[in-house]
């Protein structure tokens, strides 16, 4: 089987990845590539994300502690609303990478060259920075490991 892996690193950009997954999903069920098209996310947060949004929750209950408690009925409404602000900082931080299983049988050679070239020159993938793994490199293992890991 003809079995290639594109990985396409969107940064931090969320509503990109979003609109190239529902482009994806759209091919799929267009031209009926079920079994030959699958796709999974890998999102890796950044480590420094985690202790800054932990020390902030640290700082609001020591500035929730020292006032009346009037005043902390009123403020616990807006702080719900920014302590969601701040729960949504750290999923905006994160890398996100496609990664896009092309998993065509050996008769089908010229329709998994088409699709090698069309995917990465639509417009959400122009923005990505791409990769392509094909079955004959050297990480092609690592990346079919890493891709079957993931949800």
């Known amino acids: 089987m003809a079995q290639s892996f594109l990985i396409f690193d969107f940064g931090t950009d969320e509503v990109a990845a979003q609109q190239a ?15 030959k098209l699958l796709l999974k ?12 949004s932990a020390a902030k929750s640290e700082q609001k ?39 896009v299983r092309l998993d065509f049988s050996d008769h089908e050679k010229l329709s998994h060259q088409r699709w090698l070239d069309h995917i990465p020159s639509e417009e959400p993938f122009k923005a990505a920075k791409v990769t392509i793994v094909r079955s004959g ?12 890991s993931l949800d």
């Not at 997954?21 to 079994?35: P, S, V």
């Open 41 to 52: 996310f890998d999102r890796k947060e950044e480590e420094e994300a985690e202790p800054v």
């Open 61 to 99: 209950t020591a500035k929730g502690s020292t006032k009346s408690k009037g005043a902390s009925k009123a403020e616990s409404k807006g702080s719900a609303k920014s302590e969601e602000k701040e729960s949504e900082e750290p999923a905006a931080s994160a890398d996100i990478r496609l990664l």
């Open 137 to 148: 490199d050297p990480e092609h293992s690592s990346t079919a490991e890493r891709f079957d």
């Open 21 to 35: 997954r529902h482009r994806l999903e759209g091919w799929k069920q267009a031209f009926r590539l079920d079994k």
